[in-house]
């Protein structure tokens, strides 16, 4: 008899815990995966109109650990009249919560910027019609070693 409830609680336990699971799976905020997803989150670029081209982008890696960290993309929205820096992790950086940063510089202007603690991306976007634009995206490292980065430092995309 005392066999049968305990394995009864184990699978009620069982159940309890997968339902635990499902609950907080679904619950948890949804994370832009793509770069589609990302131009147009809230979040993200918040291009609704899903539009964009790709002006530049560079990947950053890790030379001391050979390993991709993130990619950076500067874009550029007609509608918007914007363009938008992204910092997207990828590799095994994708998913892993740590210090991630998009810069968005326009000529003129002060720049405009988004960093913290992410596990996806950090984006910016900004009005920058008829400006020259220069941007910046920063990952930390996985095992250390700083911040790695990328960009553009030479005035570019004007007009």
């Known amino acids: ?21 499902s609950v907080t799976y679904v619950a948890s905020p949804a994370s832009a995966h793509n770069l589609s997803e990302i131009v147009a989150a809230e979040k993200g670029c918040g291009w609704s109109d899903g539009r964009y081209t790709v002006l530049d982008w560079a990947d950053i890696g890790d030379t001391r650990n050979n390993m991709p960290l993130a990619t950076g993309y500067l874009l550029w929205n007609g509608q918007y009249q914007e363009n938008c820096v992204v910092t997207q992790r990828v590799g095994r950086a994708h998913g892993v919560t740590d210090y991630t940063e998009a810069v968005l510089e326009r000529q003129g202007l002060a720049p405009v910027s988004d960093s ?29 070693g700083g911040i790695w980065g990328t960009g553009r430092s030479a005035w570019g995309n004007c007009g």
């Open 116 to 144: 913290g603690q992410y596990a996806h991306y950090a984006a910016v976007s900004a009005r920058a019609p008829g400006r020259c634009v220069r941007w910046w995206s920063y990952v930390h490292s996985l095992y250390g």
């Open 1 to 21: 008899m005392f066999r049968r409830y305990r394995r009864m609680l184990a699978r009620t336990g069982v159940a309890l815990g997968l339902a635990f699971a």
